[in-house]
């Protein structure tokens, strides 16, 4: 199983970006897929699911500015974030357990 992520950047407060995850060796849509982001000195958290069938759920904190969505033709995850904030930086992964992407470096900076 292989997930690979991209889409990562630096971005200024208020901006947006797309992470995408390919992934291969699976299934695709017989499974969840999630992102998780780990910040400097901070737990993994978990950030947004998307079901086989397309129901989603969100941390509190990226409510109304994230969304997942799913490609299964594609085999493909995406991530959109818009109206970032300097506290959404991190290292963002994307995973369907126990398979985890090697992860892609968000910055939100000024």
């Known amino acids: 199983v292989q997930l690979v992520e991209s889409g990562g950047g630096l971005v200024e407060p208020g901006g947006s970006l797309r992470l995408s995850c390919a992934a291969s060796g699976i299934s695709f849509n017989l499974y969840a897929m999630s992102w998780y982001r780990q910040a400097p000195g901070k737990q993994r958290e978990l950030v947004a699911t998307?079901?086989?069938?397309?129901?989603?759920n969100y941390a509190n904190s990226v409510k109304g500015r994230f969304a997942i969505s799913r490609d299964n033709a594609k085999n493909t995850v995406y991530l959109q974030m818009n109206s970032l904030k300097p506290e959404d930086t991190a290292v963002y992964y994307c995973?369907?357990?126990?398979?985890w992407g090697q992860g892609t470096q968000v910055t939100v900076s000024s």
């Open positions: 995973t369907s357990i126990p398979h």
């Open positions: 998307i079901l086989p069938g397309g129901a989603t």
